[in-house]
Structure formats: structure tokens, C-alpha cells
């Protein structure tokens, strides 16, 4: 590879590359291959048509690149979703959602709803926060004698954001790898813009929605095989607790990332043993694995639970996220074939010839796959695989990396519709028709990529 020279012209590159991505829609859409499977054989498809040295195809491109990508977020998604396994099934996010009522009062049920779904969004994937957070949500809608849309948008909505920007979630992991962007300043930034996206796009769309469409709350039976409030346990743990488990990783993180930051601007030394040393537990990996020690003893062993119920219940969170892990792998195997072949500089070339700023074609690739395929992550990835080489060129410091994070996550989670797995379970689970669920769960997700993107772009421009 060290000796390879790429012969073919920018045009032909960016024709295969534009055959590729058809070709991965193809592959999804009309012939409903895995994703997995589709990555792997598209990205081995393109090395070949691209000339890269077969010698050197497999070991040196794609094994290499898959291992790469799967070493770093591996270790995050599962521990990641471990935290939330135990917060779940200790019965935490009934707890949460409780207390956030009592503090908020009924008739700020909505805003308690969405504001423990954010907290309880960090470490759960969004479809197993949805599963366990309905009942809740319907409950409280009954209680209130009101429509549910009112409850579940603020509550689905603050899910969705958490999912779509936030580490550990595997989206955002897998960008923040293909970009270089440090995963605390992500975090760091993530957050407000989370946070003031769900404002607009779950809290306030909730409580328009659910005047302009008044949803009744659907029959308990329509969550049956999900988390039912009688599959608590008898004692729920504290929201206390549950609220300083999420909060462990976050400061760490955050001391990691303040502690870079200080080193930077010459207040501590960075090469002292003991910065050294806290950085090291404030990165990612080690963070959760903290958090996840402190809830094994916090939501498990402390309340009674075995030690061999304590690791069925750890053991039963990974094969569920072993898919996501094979496809961000695969989805960095693609990556490097872009980056190896050459296209994504040709890609990049092109696009300031043209004046496309490259935060907003970050956006619009992200958004144009996600229309096309359905799945968010697949987009974001295969967004951030393409754009790499721009964003390396673009010359960001730490912060507006992580602003194009975001940028691309937002582009990756618009207009979801009836190729995306999440149109048909919300539609489902809040007992909507197709046409209701595109007027309010598409418009959600629209909101959350528009505001999400002009937040970003706003975070670029001032942290230049």
C-alpha cells in the first residue's frame, strides 16, 4: 500500500462512489440484505473497482479498519448498555419518572416525562427506553384524563435526541472515530444542543401535536412482550440513585476533557502523573466501567439481587447490541476503502470547487441516506466515512469537530418514514395510522435535525 499510487481521475472515483452508495440502498431497500452483510460486500466491491492492490485489500484495508472502528466502539456500547440494563430492571426509570412528577407537579406531567426520559436517555438505546418509559407515559395520561400525545412526544422525543447526539450511543461513537473528534468535547457540546433541540422538538411539538391531533391512550395489550409495570420489583430503586449513576460518567468525562483543556492553556502540566492518571479515568471506557461497577452494586448486589442473577441480567444486554457493533465495524471497513481508494478526497475537492461549506454537506449526505435507506445510523456513518477527508482539510480544532458531529447526526435522523424501523414502533405502540404518525412522529424527527443542525452550525461559527 505504502508504494500504490491512485490512477483514476476524481470523476471515475466519485462515480463508483456514487455506484457504491446505489448499491448499498439496493441492497437494503429492495432486496432486504443485512446491513452488515451489505457494508462488507459493497466496501470490498469498491476496493476492487477502485484499484487498490489486492495483496494488500483485505488485511491492510478492510480487516484493519473494521478492527479499528469495532476496538473503540465495542467496549462503549456494551458498557453502555449494560448502565442501562440495570437502571432498567431495577425499576429506576419508574422511580425517575415519579419523582420528576412530584417535582414538577401533574400539570407539568409532560415536562417531568421528558425531563427523566433525557436523564435516563444517556446510557439506553432509544427503542428500550421507549418499551420501558410508555407504560409510565400512559399511566400518567389516564391519570390526567388527557390524549397521550401530550406525554409521549416530550418523553419520545427526549430519546430520540439522546440517541441521535450523545455518546455512549453508538452513532455518535462511530462519527466521532471517522471525524477525530475528542468524544468529551461531543459530550460537552451534545448536550445543550440535546437539550435545547427537545425543547422545540419534543416538548413544545408534544404539546401542539396533541392539540392538532388528539390521540387517545392506546390499550394496555399494545406493549405486550414489552416492560410491563408489573414487571418491576417490589421495591423500585431511588431516584437518587438512578440520577447519580448517570451522573458518574458524565463527570468523569467531563474532568478528562477540562483537565485536556487546562493542559492545553498551560494551567497544569499535562505530562504530570497525577493529570495523567485522571484523564485516564475520565476517558470513555473507564468511565462506564465505573459506572457500570457502582450500579452492579448500587441497583444489584445492594438490593438483594445474586451474583448469578447479576450476570444473566449483564449477559442478557449483549447479543441485542452485538448488530450495532458488526455494522459501525462495517461501517469503518467502508470508511477506510473511501479513504484508501482516494474518493473521499475527490469527494472533497469536488465540493469546494462547487462552494458547498462543508459542515452543511456533512448534513445534506447524512440526510439524503437517511431519506433514501431508513436508518439513521447507516447514514451518519456512511456520511462520516464519506466526508472524513473534508472535515480533516477544513482544518476544525477540537470543538467545531465536535460541532460537525452533531451537524451530521442531525442530517441523519430527519424525515423518518415508512422505510425506518422507528416509524412503524412508535406508530404502533401509540396506536397511530401512517398519515398521523408522518404529521407527528416525521415532524419530530424533522425538527430535531433542523434545529440540531442550526445549533451546530451556531457552535461551529463561534467556537472558531
Not at 508504494?3 to 432486496?31: D, E, H, M, R
Not at 422525543?157 to 453508538?170: E, I
Not at 448469578?308 to 449477559?315: P, R, Y
Amino acid at each position: 500500500m505504502d508504494n500504490w499510487t491512485q490512477t483514476l481521475s476524481a470523476g471515475t472515483l466519485l462515480g463508483i462512489a456514487a455506484g457504491a452508495i446505489a448499491l448499498i440502498l439496493v441492497l437494503i431497500i429492495k432486496f432486504r440484505v443485512h446491513a452488515l452483510l451489505t457494508l462488507i460486500l459493497v466496501s470490498l466491491l469498491t476496493a476492487i473497482a477502485t484499484g487498490l492492490p489486492y495483496g494488500a485489500l483485505v488485511n491492510d484495508v478492510l480487516v484493519k479498519n473494521f478492527g479499528g472502528t469495532v476496538g473503540s466502539v465495542a467496549l462503549l456500547v456494551g458498557l453502555g448498555a449494560m448502565l442501562g440494563r440495570l437502571v432498567e430492571t431495577s425499576g429506576g426509570a419508574k422511580s425517575l419518572a415519579d419523582a420528576m412528577i412530584r417535582l414538577f407537579g401533574e400539570k407539568r406531567a409532560p415536562l417531568a416525562l421528558g425531563v427523566a426520559s433525557l436523564l435516563f436517555g444517556f446510557p439506553i438505546f432509544f427503542d428500550a427506553g421507549l418499551i420501558v418509559m410508555l407504560p409510565i407515559v400512559f399511566a400518567t395520561a389516564r391519570r390526567m384524563n388527557s390524549n397521550v400525545l401530550a406525554y409521549a412526544l416530550p418523553s419520545i422525543g427526549a430519546f430520540s435526541v439522546m440517541h441521535v447526539f450523545l455518546p455512549p450511543h453508538p452513532g455518535a461513537i462511530a462519527a466521532s472515530e471517522l471525524y477525530g473528534a475528542g468524544v468529551g468535547y461531543v459530550l460537552l457540546l451534545g448536550l445543550p444542543v440535546a437539550i435545547l433541540t427537545w425543547l422545540v422538538s419534543g416538548y413544545w411539538w408534544g404539546l401542539t401535536a396533541n392539540k392538532l391531533f388528539p390521540v387517545p391512550v392506546p390499550a394496555a395489550d399494545l406493549l405486550a412482550g414489552g416492560k410491563q409495570d408489573n414487571d418491576q420489583p417490589a421495591e423500585p430503586a431511588k431516584a437518587s440513585t438512578v440520577i447519580m449513576l448517570m451522573l458518574i460518567p458524565m463527570l468523569l468525562i467531563f474532568m478528562n476533557t477540562g483537565l485536556h483543556m487546562a493542559s492545553s492553556a498551560k494551567w497544569v502540566d499535562g505530562k504530570a502523573e497525577w493529570v495523567q492518571f485522571l484523564r485516564m479515568m475520565g476517558t470513555t471506557p473507564i468511565a462506564l466501567l465505573i459506572s457500570v461497577l457502582a450500579a452492579m452494586y448500587f441497583l444489584g448486589r445492594k438490593r438483594g439481587m445474586n451474583a448469578s442473577a447479576l450476570e444473566k441480567t449483564l449477559d442478557s444486554t449483549l447479543a441485542p447490541v452485538c448488530s450495532v457493533i458488526l455494522i459501525t465495524g462495517a461501517g469503518g471497513m467502508f470508511g477506510g476503502v473511501l479513504r484508501a481508494s482516494g474518493i473521499g478526497k475527490a469527494l472533497a475537492d469536488t465540493m469546494g470547487d462547487l462552494g458547498v461549506p462543508v459542515l452543511l454537506g456533512c448534513f445534506l449526505v447524512a440526510l439524503v441516506l437517511r431519506i433514501a435507506q431508513g436508518s439513521a445510523t447507516v447514514a451518519l456513518m456512511t456520511a462520516a466515512a464519506l466526508m472524513a477527508p473534508a472535515v480533516a482539510a477544513a482544518g476544525y480544532n477540537e470543538w467545531q469537530l465536535a460541532g460537525v458531529v452533531l451537524a451530521t447526526a442531525a442530517g441523519s435522523v430527519a424525515a423518518s418514514h415508512v422505510n425506518d424501523s422507528g416509524f412503524w414502533l412508535v406508530g404502533r405502540l401509540l396506536n397511530m395510522d401512517e398519515a398521523t404518525t408522518l404529521k407527528t412522529w416525521t415532524v419530530n424527527q424533522t425538527l430535531i435535525a433542523i434545529i440540531g443542525f442550526i445549533l451546530s452550525a451556531i457552535a461551529v461559527m463561534i467556537l472558531g
